[in-house]
């Protein structure tokens, strides 16, 4: 692990209600967006081009605490992992960045 950043989605967040009615997950592209938002503040300079490869293990639920954590890049870009409570595997992936300028 190179990096990682923590984050809860709140129960009121509005993409949870509908997501589903009594028995409520964060959608997949909530918990894709942190992953972002995660990327960005470790490395604000860089730009991500693409998330060619995408898992998701586990549902994550509001309220949860969960990390997303960062390896080594490598031959297929960035590694990812979505880590939640108890250091359950929710998602695990790739992201695809953009060459650094000279």
Do not use: T, Y
Request: hydrophobic share 45%; aromatic share 8%; net charge neutral.
């Amino acid at each position: 692990m190179i990096f990682e950043q923590h984050f809860i989605i709140s129960a009121d967040h509005p993409s949870v209600a509908g997501h589903f009615p009594g028995n409520p997950i964060v959608p997949a592209v909530v918990i894709l967006d942190e992953v972002l938002g995660a990327f960005a503040a470790w490395r604000p300079d860089a730009r991500v081009l693409g998330m060619p490869a995408v898992k998701f293990l586990a549902p994550l639920r509001p309220e949860q605490s969960c990390a997303v954590r960062f390896g080594q890049s490598g031959a297929r870009g960035l590694p990812f992992d979505c880590i939640g409570p108890h250091g359950q595997p929710l998602a695990q992936g790739w992201l695809r960045i953009a060459p650094e300028r000279c």
